[in-house]
């Protein structure tokens, strides 16, 4: 009997002395999908320190680098393991040096770098915009074109105004999503981004010139184009970019700049209610507030094309003496680029060589493994749409002028909103690598339920300023848990989840899902409102949040900080072990950081857990987002 056989008949589950313990599940891993991982965790292990330096010399000689052969000499030593510099007696202390500080001072980067982050920030507001306007327009441009739902033919209209409003999300799921692959390509990260700017610019104006519903859902349509791509493509160019040690919160850049971008929608909204109709112009007001999301996509067109392409891209292209002079940028000293350039080139011709005959769209559902993996990641991005937070993203003005709310009221409040969007945003840099991924989800679907129950509940007082009151704080309180917890975590879950050799596959996947969910939520709540009545729609959305927290609970495993090891066991675990597990483990929970009652441990689920031994994490520089 193994030490860790004799610790689980010691200890019995929780506090139900009368059960017998839990077995802990043996865990078989898929040997191919291990060695795969073993591979593409780090394709130097084992090589001896001169053929390191043998193999960078040649690597520089035969890839047009040639005059800084030494540099990659010490750059390919140096990318074995890049934390292991202070041994080795082939270094400079000058480049030690250079090591140190990498780790100590980890925003210690070149300003094209930060430039870079500008850019990504930029991106990701233009998308926040471009979702947020519709907001305020919709007390307009509704009523304009006949499609208002609260007059004339209601059912009716209710639907067509879903359908003008999901437009976007609609060309994303079943189009726009599925060209990023040849995109980028063709023309690159740079290229792609760019593209999609001069879409977003040009279908914003579009939007606002239009003059027939018909009309406004084409340009609403076209303009998913610009969005598909651009939420796929600007994460991995930062990821790509980056040092790994500030890869992660690049990553999460994304999701915070989005919600910023979400509050400047609001504002424009704002900023534009009062404009007056001119001669042969009727709803310039609205006309403008759609329009206005074009103005960021502008600085985005100028700005891209002077940050340097992704090195991974050029890689993959054979343009090694462009992918070094993008990392120098990029890098404060040309040893980093050294490194990190060596590393990239045989990580990808070890994908090449590892992935060569395989059907990685097949083997995403048909590897157990990766169908857990899927099954999560399907999991948690349904849930980020059916949580319930895009029906006030995109219908919060209509929301609050159904409680009562004048027009400029309703939209203060809904600028309140994306402004706590943005600022609740904050702590999740923190939390979600501490707290970690399920423990947010689990602790936030609760209570995300309860502040929906709160808000349409809200609308049997009767007409007032407690409604008024009792509306926007429980919008404002389930803002305030969806922030750290659902609004951050799918992307950041499904970025690590899945195998390496199938990552962006993964990745794709899980986008496509969020994006027609998007279009689903999007194109039934007006009519669901008009059905339900506030009351009963928010109800829905309550209830799907209280779905949301068993799904989480039975098929989705924690992830935070694990090796890739870790992770090939933790979803080798067959789905219904891991659920009856979880399900004994709920009342001992609740019991032990609810009630605070004294109970004994659990046996473990995972191998790992509680282990010591040799760990390999995602590689560095890989660019896998």
Known sequence: MSARDSDEKKSPVGSLHDEKPLPTPHVHVDSAIEGINAKLSNPLAGLSHEQLM???AEFARTHGLGDVEDL???GALAAQDPLAFEGISHFTEEEK???????THRWDQPATLYYLVILCSVAAAVQGMDEAVINGANLFFA???????NQGNTGKNQWLLGLVNSAPYLCCAILSCWLTEP???????????FICAVISFLTCIWQG???SWPHLFVARFFLGLGIGPKSSTVPVYAAECSPPAIRGGLVMMWQMWTAFGIMLGYVSDLAFYKVPNKPHITGLNWRLMLASAGIPALFLMFQVFLCPESPRWLISKGRYVDAYKSLVRLRRHPVQAARDLYYIHVLLEAEKELTRGRNRYVELFTVPRNRRATQASFVVMFMQQFCGVNVIAYYSSTIFTQASFTQIQALLASWGFGALNFVMALPAVYTID???RRNLLLVTFPLMSMFLLMTGFAFWIPEGSGRLAVVALGVYLFDCVYSPGEGPVPFTYSAEAFPLYIRDVGMSFATAVTWFFNFVVAITFPRLLGAFKPQGAFGWYAAWNIVGFFAILLFVPETKALTLEELDQVFSVPTHTHAAYQIKALPHNIKKYIFRMKVDPLPPLYEHEGALREKHYAPGGAGHV
């Open 183 to 193: 995109l980028n390509r063709w023309f690159g990260r740079r290229g792609t981004i």
């Open 54 to 56: 043998d193999n960078g």
């Open 97 to 103: 040096g250079i090591f140190r500080r990498e780790l």
């Open 434 to 436: 501490t707290f970690g």
């Open 209 to 211: 010139v239009t003059n």
């Open 72 to 74: 990659f000499r010490q």
């Open 143 to 149: 009523p304009q074109f006949h499609i208002d739902p």
